[in-house]
Nanobody, 115 residues
Framework: QVQLVESGGGLVQAGGSLRLSCAAS????????MGWYRQAPGKQRELVAI???????MYADSVKGRFTISRDNAKNTVHLQMNSLKPEDTAVYYCRLSRSINIYWGQGTQVTVSS
């Protein structure tokens, strides 16, 4: 099994920044994809950014140029630096690890951006 624990959420004013972190533990193999998804009230969960074991990245169009995903393979952690935050970024942010057909989710961390 794999456990994912997120941290770093909170309340911030529009234009501000937050850094989310996700620590993975358990039965982790080196080859996997890690990513961040978010779910706003009344909306479906959506991709924010993902990063492969080789640090290839992909971003949702809505966050390109504002968010940066990174990972530390030695520490099994993934981070999401969020700059120029907007009220529409308000959501619960979930960390996800995928490896082959297995997908694991964290419990989520709330990000609230006030206008």
């Amino acid at each position: 099994q794999v456990q994912l624990v997120e941290s770093g959420g909170g309340l911030v004013q529009a234009g501000g920044s937050l850094r989310l972190s996700c620590a993975a533990s358990g039965n982790i193999f080196s080859v996997n994809n890690m990513g961040w998804y978010r779910q706003a009230p009344g909306k479906q969960r959506e991709l924010v950014a993902i990063i492969s074991s080789f640090s290839l990245t992909m971003y949702a169009d809505s966050v390109k140029g504002r968010f940066t995903i990174s990972r530390d393979n030695a520490k099994n952690t993934v981070h999401l630096q969020m700059n120029s935050l907007k009220p529409e970024d308000t959501a619960v942010y979930y960390c996800r690890l995928s490896r082959s057909i297995n997908i694991y989710w964290g419990q989520g961390t709330q990000v609230t951006v006030s206008s």
